[in-house]
């Protein structure tokens, strides 16, 4: 038997197939997204920023590595690169920390960026129903949420 894309496997899935299509579905969003954000001037990684930074007024660099999947140092350098754009603003905050906040481009930026996103989103997503669309997300939560392990990695008493 050969693999075809198209259908789903009768079998349940190996683990590795499984975890390899989790990351060609990543992968695909990626660069769809990043060639598609090009045309407004910013990339997946940059357009992540601004919506973590929308999302979190006033957010430490290190809070805003974590939600974007960054390292600190990482998260440093495009922060660095936004506030260059006029994209973001750095305030001092408490002690030593630097809060991130949207400037008025950065706020277009990300709002051009929301319509790209939806349009690619809706069409790697268009094949599948409401209901199926709701089952995978349930099941990427199930085993994504952060702070708990698998159920075949917690200790057994």
């Known amino acids: 038997m050969t693999a075809n894309h198209e259908d789903p496997p009768s079998a349940p ?50 809070e805003l590595a974590v939600a974007t999947f960054q390292g600190d140092q990482s998260f440093g350098t495009l922060a660095s690169r936004l506030a260059s754009q006029h994209l973001v603003e750095r305030r001092p905050g408490r002690g030593r920390r630097i809060e991130h906040h949207l400037t008025e481009a950065g706020e277009r930026v990300l709002t051009a960026g929301r319509a790209v996103t ?32 698998p159920q075949d990695q917690r200790p057994r008493n």
């Open 13 to 62: 899935a190996d683990l590795e197939e499984l975890g390899r299509a989790v990351k060609e579905a990543q992968y695909r969003h990626h660069r769809a997204l990043d060639t598609r954000l090009a045309a407004v001037g910013t990339t997946l990684a940059q357009w992540d920023a601004l919506r973590a930074i929308a999302r979190t007024p006033g957010a430490s660099a290190h």
């Open 118 to 149: 939806r349009d690619v989103l809706a069409a790697s997503f268009g094949p599948l129903d409401d209901s199926e669309r709701a089952t995978l997300l349930g099941l990427l939560r199930r085993i994504g949420t952060p702070g708990e392990e």
